[in-house]
């Protein structure tokens, strides 16, 4: 009988254990109410914080122009109806109904909405925050309509060049005409008649795509083909010219584009060169050229070229009114406009210029002096393009902006070849840069739009140097002059020494700009100098400099704000500086300065400079210069110890400058600068890497620039360069320890990684020799890294096989020196993020055995492409046999030096590379 019963009750056990699990998965909602709705709270803020993420994505890709992908659309939408919906269950859930008079929930109500609360976690949240992570890329690059082929407000017709306009658009029409010239000399305005017609031509859509790209006097050929392919959706990835042109001609044969080529100064090869079909497969494309030169065009083969001429005295006039605006309808400057109108010679580029600088000057003597000068120069100088170029920026420049200007008179007293570093240091403390508030970081971006400015118009030029300027003599010389007379600025160019001597003038004098050979000074102290206006005084080389500087010396000049003496002989400043209440920007650049102790009074300043001074301390009394925004101690060579507590209380500070000092750090003077949250721009030499805090690159806080040096470092860079790259790293210590610290900051441009070896023997940090561990892997990412230098590195293996793109896609030069261990250098799947590398230096890597390894779970490529590679240099690598195992072409299309020593067992090529060039071999 029990086994009759064990026989029936088994069955039923299994039938109740098969209803309890979806009875319980029923019964969960209900007894996981709560829970449900905190899950759901706390997904949902996850959810808004992903969104917002995403969106400041999405804002900074409009920005940007680009077009946000169809996919990311569409998650926002399922993102903002999902959240309306959670808000709204959780909403409702405060509300809930209960039953017997509110004594009890209502359990069937909170079942159903246990339920929805967690599947709405479960299979949407959850999903949509999954699919977030496939969402990148956010956008792509999108085509923005040419700004030129936009209707130009400014843009007139007029009779005389109504004939021009009418037989190049007929070119433009006739199936039959290939290639149209424009031709006349500078300032013409040749471009803005191509922009108008070719506005025209898109809107009555007479072709399917119309191209601009000015070719200049030096044509960069790829520039100009990058140019073309974006504005025809062509993509290029890492094709060099000629490959670049085969792909140009296959996109342009036999299509409707018009390609305008504006501002070409020689003959150009287009279908060769820049890969632009001419004969047969020309299809209906059209050329359309501007240039100085006829014969340019002629010698391009084109035969349908037009001329342009000056404007016609109504024609200049009408321009010129246009320009000038309102001041014309004053009939008392009448006269002095339409002579002014004349001397411009017709030329539509003077006219605009020299009409735009007097449109709000109603004062006769502004035109008088505007016809005066264009009378005095355009006999002469209007003959040669240059000169006349010249004439009209020597004109146009008083009609600066008061920035640009006062900023050009800063320029103009200081000598060629000038950093623009050290012009900030003069300028920024002035109220010259514009703007409210501005960070040093800022600030020096407005000066370099500022020198760019004039630079571009011709009042400054280029240093020998990158981040130099330098000035013509003569432009140097009327800019003084005005300085002079606007400014009350004294120096010895102005040739009026009677003017030093006017003590009613020198009361006026604002700046002072003396060389250290003049004795000016020395001559009006101590009874003839009092300058109770004076804001700027600049004495450059005073090694030559008799005179000391008295003890009562700065009592006449209260107001001075900037103070700059280069080479000061005295080893301690006057104690009147501390009267300079108003000093913000102190220079003692090259002095012999020891003592700085008195400076701590100057509690306004902002800059302080003693670059190469002989400083030996920089003591306590500074942390009063709470004000200090820049501080630069660069160079200096006897500086050995920061107080403690001083750095920490410059809490305004946000560039410091420290290389090339033999500072003693202490750890807690390090950890100071942590506490800088202003510090934009940091630069200096760490020596003893024992005292290098912990996690002291744990978090980005150098923003803008850094040179930073850990370890006695002496390798030099002759390719790129340090002065190319502001964000600079060398470390002399355990970069596997340290390496994944550092990556956090992402924008590193130069990085030089060493370990330190005892002897060469072995490893300070104990790492065995046999042990394979990553250098590079996957969490170390230098997005923004152009030139990695690695020494003395045990590691066996420098790469992940499997790097994100982005990593290390912008290399341009690697050096590896003394890594014994390391059997390959790259794997092959890395070599395609390395598309930009232009130089390969690899000596003493006694192990190495190829430069490119084939992974394991890899099959050997085809190919092996290194597009930029101009130097390849070899060195002492006994075992290395081969660059790339296998069967394989190598291309090295750029390739112009090779250098191998002692490298006996290496075959240069498996087999012949390809597009290879040598002007030099070793």
Known sequence: MADIAGVVVSPVLQVAKWLAVPIWRQFKYLFNYTTNFKNLEEEVKKLEYTRDKVQRKVTAAER????????????????EKTITKAEQMIQEKANDPRCFKGLCPNFVIHYRKSKTAFKLKHDDIDRLLQKEKE?????????????????????????????????????????????????GMGGLGKTTLVEELGRKAKEDKLFEDIVLV????????????TTIAKKLDLKFQNENESEM???????????????????????????????????????????????????????????????????????????????????????????????VCKECGGLPLVISAIAKALRNKSDSSDWKYALQE??????????????????????????????????????????????????????????????????????????????????????????????????????RDVAITFAHEEHHVFTTRNGIERDWKDRDKLKKC???????????????????????????????????????????????????????????????????????????????DK?????????????????????????????????????????????????????????????NLEELYLKECPIQWKIEVLEELKLLSNL??????????????????????????????????????????????????????????????????????????????????????????????????????????????????ISRKIWDCQLPSSSFENLKELTLRRCTKIKFVFPYTITKNLQQLQYLEIKDCIDLEEIVAIEEITEAAASVVFPEVTFLELENLPELATFYPGIHTLEWPKLKRLEMKSCDKFKIFNSEPNSLCLDHKV
């Open 374 to 475: 264009l009378k005095g120069l355009s006999e002469v100088k209007y003959t040669r393009f240059l000169e006349k170029e010249y004439t009209k920026i020597a004109l146009s420049y008083k009609y600066l902006s008061d920035e640009l200007k006062k900023t050009f008179l800063i320029c103009s007293l200081m000598e060629n070849n000038t950093s623009i570093l050290d012009l900030f240091k003069h300028v920024v403390c002035l109220n010259i840069l514009g703007g409210v508030n501005l960070t040093m970081e800022g600030a020096r971006d407005r000066l370099d739009k500022l020198v760019h400015d004039l630079k571009d118009v011709c009042l400054l030029l280029d240093g020998v140097e990158s981040g130099q300027f330098a000035m013509h003599d003569v432009i």
């Open 214 to 225: 000015e070719v200049s006097e030096s044509p960069d050929v790829k520039k100009i083909q």
């Open 680 to 793: 934009a721009s940091v630069e200096l030499d760490i020596e003893d890497d024992k005292v290098l805090p912990e996690d002291f690159f744990s978090r980005e806080f150098i923003r803008y620039k850094y040179k930073i040096s850990v370890g006695n470092w002496s390798y030099q860079y002759p390719r790129i360069g340090e002065q190319k790259c502001l964000r600079i790293l060398k470390l002399i210590f355990n970069p596997i320890i340290y390496l994944e610290e550092l990556c956090r900051i992402k924008n590193v441009e130069l990085l030089c990684l060493a370990e330190y070896l005892d002897d060469h023997k072995h490893s300070k940090f104990n790492l065995q020799s046999n042990e394979i561990t990553l250098l590079f892997n996957k969490k170390v990412i230098f997005p923004d890294l152009k030139v990695l230098v690695l020494m003395n590195i």
């Open 591 to 651: 002095s012999n300065i020891e003592g700085v102790p008195i400076i701590g009074k100057l509690n306004k300043l902002k800059v302080l400079s003693l670059r190469n001074s002989y400083i030996k301390e920089f003591p306590t009394e500074m942390g009063q210069l709470t004000q200090l925004r820049l501080l630069d101690l660069s160079n200096c060579r006897n500086l050995k110890v920061i107080a403690p507590n001083v750095i920490s209380k410059l809490s």
């Open 64 to 79: 940007n122009v680009e077009e946000i992908n169809q996919n990311v659309k569409d998650w926002q939408k399922e993102v």
């Open 135 to 183: 969402l990148s890329p956010i956008s792509k690059p999108s085509n923005p309509p040419d700004r030129r082929f936009i209707s130009n407000e400014d843009y007139l017709t007029f009779e005389s060049r109504n004939s021009l306009v009418k037989n190049v658009w007929d070119a433009l029409n006739d199936e039959n005409v290939y290639m149209i010239g424009v031709y």
């Open 245 to 339: 042109a085969d792909k140009m001609y296959s996109r342009m044969k036999d299509n409707n584009i018009l390609l305008i080529l504006d501002n070409i100064w020689e003959p150009l090869e287009l279908d060769k060169t820049l890969g632009i079909p001419r004969r047969a497969d020309r299809g209906r494309n059209k050329l359309l050229f501007t240039t100085r030169n006829l014969d340019v065009l002629e010698r391009m083969g084109s035969t349908n070229n037009f001329g342009m001429g000056i404007l016609n005295k109504e024609e200049a006039w009408t321009l010129f009114t246009k320009m000038a605006g309102n001041i014309i309808q004053t009939r008392e400057l009448y006269s002095l406009q339409n002579d």
């Open 510 to 588: 604002t700046m002072i700009s003396l060389p250290s050979e003049n004795t000016i000074i020395s001559q009006l102290w101590p009874n003839d100098l009092d300058c109770p206006n004076l804001e700027y005084f600049n004495m450059t080389y005073m090694w030559n400099f008799s005179f000391k500087i008295p003890e009562g010396f700065f009592t006449v000049m209260p107001k001075l704000r900037v103070l700059n003496l280069v080479r000061l002989q005295q080893t301690s400043l006057p104690s009147s500086i501390h009267h300079l209440k108003n000093l913000q920007t102190l220079c003692l």
